[in-house]
């Protein structure tokens, strides 16, 4: 992870127009911002143009970081709202995981398989509650953020987030128990 | 359940607890208590299990590829309605302009006729244009040779071309940018192709003699790189079967498919 002067030069370098200061800034969060799209869009195509979609908001915003927050902070909190508004425009949570149209024997899809690390019942049982409990559960213990860097996140006081957080798990650990019988 | 007790069965759960006595003799203390524990680790564990997922070598590449491109279409400034009668307009006067042009020489050109005629004919009106050839050749006694001046060649130039730049500063520039496309890095130089083209793109690299390879990009390169056709953009190519990290990159001029670079 990057320190907060280093966020910030690199910012200011993104400012100037230096492109491969961006391209910099990408490869330090393109894993994490895809990796927060994916638990919550639940499909990896979906996840993908929610990350691209992402990182566009981050330049043409870029202007507006202020810096009261870490810029990874920042990031994040573009994509959660990147991936309400596309689940907001689909009208509906998905269910599927796993895009069913890959072979197996297509070395692009066991790649993406591989790098994926998804566990298909984990992901159903995510999509199955709530999107503000998923995100909450997502960013604590998928992601690993603390409660003070998720309130920021999401703009929301640290004891709602506490409290999205244990009643998320209650309901994820509901589904899961539902599903196995 | 209490705040408080919500929270220390959440840290139990988190491990976060260096002494964990008040949290178990919580949960012992009733049904509610063990329930809201099993249910908080269940959902911590798999989570936990979950781990970050990440993009893989091709999804990185196409995902550095599609934001430049966006972010170039972005950068296009819009223009007005009027526009699009530019070309037309140009093309017009264009035409106007060189029918002047060609009218205008044409009176001009009948005197220069005339007046080659009468050099080549050397008085008598029976030399021809032989003849005054093989009298320029042997140069005639006493005349002078100016006519037959010699133009010297540019000496010290290590242009490969005249108005080309030199050869190094194109290798060295194409094999930084062959340098980028392994590492996945589409920079704004780059923009993906028209795949409605690729039939085009594809006798292309043929003609470059490039089979086995496969056009990922169009890039523009700088004005004092472009040795080709002015605002003609350069086709990027990678080998195929190889990751992207290995692959041999080659550069080929889009207006007559010639390979220009590769970088093995």
Known sequence: MTTAAQDAQLLARVLEGDHDAFSELMRTHEDRVFSVCLRIMGDRELALDATQETFLTVFRKAGQFKGNAALGTWIYRIAVNTCYDQLRKQGRRRTDSMPEHLDPADHSAEEAIDAASVRPEIQRALDAIPEDFKVAIVLSDIEGLGLGDIAEILRIPVGTVKSRVFRGRRLLAAELGNRSR | ?264
């Open chain 2, 1 to 264: 359940m209490r705040d408080h007790e919500l929270e220390l069965i959440a840290a139990l759960v988190e491990g976060r607890l260096d002494d964990e006595t008040e949290a178990r003799a919580l949960i012992g203390s009733s049904t509610e208590h063990r329930e809201e524990y099993e249910a908080q680790k269940t959902a911590y564990e798999a989570l936990r299990g979950a781990g970050i997922a990440e993009l893989t070598h091709s999804e990185r590449s196409a995902l550095h590829r599609d934001v430049w491109t966006a972010l170039r279409q972005d950068q296009t400034p819009a223009r007005p309605g009027w526009y699009r009668w530019v070309p037309v307009t140009a093309g017009v006067l264009f035409v106007l302009l060189g029918l002047v042009a060609v009218l205008s020489r044409g009176g001009q050109d009948a005197g220069v006729f005339a007046e080659t005629a009468a050099d080549l004919d050397g008085g008598d009106g029976t030399s021809t244009p032989a003849d005054a050839l093989a009298r320029d050749d042997d140069g005639g006694a006493g005349e002078d040779s100016d006519e037959g001046a010699v133009v010297e060649e540019p000496t010290g130039t290590t242009m490969t071309a005249f108005g080309s730049p030199p050869e190094e500063e194109v290798s060295a520039f194409y094999s930084e940018e062959a340098e980028r496309i392994r590492a996945g890095e589409f920079t704004a130089r780059m923009q993906t192709y028209d795949a409605g083209s690729e039939n085009d793109l594809d006798s292309c690299l043929e003609t470059a003699d490039l089979d086995g390879f496969q056009v990922v990009a169009l890039l523009d390169p700088p004005d004092d790189i472009d040795s080709g056709d002015a605002g003609a953009p350069v086709l990027v190519a990678v080998s195929e079967g190889t990751e992207l990290a290995d692959a041999a990159v080659a550069f080929v001029d889009r207006s007559d498919c010639r390979l220009i670079h590769l970088d093995e």
